[in-house]
């Protein structure tokens, strides 16, 4: 048995695997490369079960090679796809792979002096220096069609009726390549990635044999699915980004906050390092207390420092408590702009001027006309309100109507206010 492919197994972490890898990577340090497609300038959480078998493949002590595919990226992956994708150019791409790049760096370690240092590595370097007759005669010739069409996600395009153009088809030749291309310059012999991706793969590994005559292995990890069998990594706003400006830290915390007790108990195997001492210990305490959802909290703990960072991680509990009535004004004033307005998505706002706003004389000014109605219809039911003490701004409790305004803004210019225990308005001062 293999200590890596041990430490995928139990974690609910391994598909499919060919014949002899554990043997193989029994022998010493071996190289995997896996590859991203550079389609978007930032990974998605989707992306982060591959994250993580390279992850695991380098605290193994074996050496992970990053692929971005700078020319597969020009191309797009066919593999399960309905439709053709829109191609990009060069200059989108090399910005989308730097950005990959720093994200890759905070769960693979690039600047170690050990041999199973990390690599990223683009197939555009060398793909880019073949030509097109080069590539069929040197290449092409190794693989028959037949073998290319007997792949389950070509024959499955071709079945729906959509087709499939020849730049598509040609996708698994040149992933191929990719991974003769590492086997051959950088001593690479095994490929990981996800179940999807086997007959790609595979490919590689035919090419391998058959240009080289040499051995090299798959291995695969399973896609994840939620327990109700939608699409992982969605939510109402799309995807789940890594990248902060793309899906803030609050929401990205949120995310994992969310997810239901079964699925809590799958994900914090495959997206934490947590032991499994420590997850089973975990998965008790959950048991015993489910409505403290401490799995949920776990998890959402773990992934977001690892993404983001410590910091970023309190700032997101902070925001948490804060819309669920557990803070202070001191909580609430600590929020950086971009999260406090993530955390009231969609409360109702009102403006007013810094004239207006400045020539107010006690807080039930605040509701009359000027607040447009939008908090109350008028001010005797703001009066009721605030005597029956339902009415806070900034989590401090109003207790006299008449008191003038003297609330520090946040931000330097919002005002928060929470009607009765769930209702809550935002105040701009503009």
Known sequence: MNPFIEELRWRGMLQDMTPEIEEHLNKGTASAYLGFDPTADSLHIGHL????????FQRAGHKPFALVGGA?????DPSFKSAERNLLDKQTLDH????????????LDFKTNADNKAELVNNYDWMSQFSFLDFIRDVGKHITVNYMMSKDSVKRRLEDGNGLSFTEFSYQLI?????????KNKNCTVQLGGSDQWGNIVTGTELIRRM?????????????????GSKFGKTEGGSVWLDPEKTSPYAFYQFWLNVSDEDASKYIRIFTTLDRETIEALEAEHAQAPHLRSLQKEIAKQVTIMVHSQEDYEMAVKASEILFGKSSTEDLAALDERTFLQVFDGVPQVKIEKSEYSALTSILDLFGEISQGVIFGSKGEARKMIQGGGLSINKEKVADPNASINFELLQGKYL????????????EIV
């Open 49 to 56: 079960v591959g994250v993580m078998t390279l992850l695991h």
């Open 96 to 107: 989308n792979v730097s950005c990959i790049q720093n994200q890759l760096s905070k769960f």
């Open 72 to 76: 597969t990226g020009m191309i797009g």
């Open 212 to 228: 080289g005559g040499g051995s090299a292995f798959a291995l695969t990890v399973p896609l994840i699915t939620k327990a109700d």
């Open 416 to 427: 928060l206010v929470q009607k009765g225990k769930k209702n809550y308005f935002i105040v």
């Open 175 to 183: 992933q191929g390549y990719d991974f003769y291309h590492l086997w």
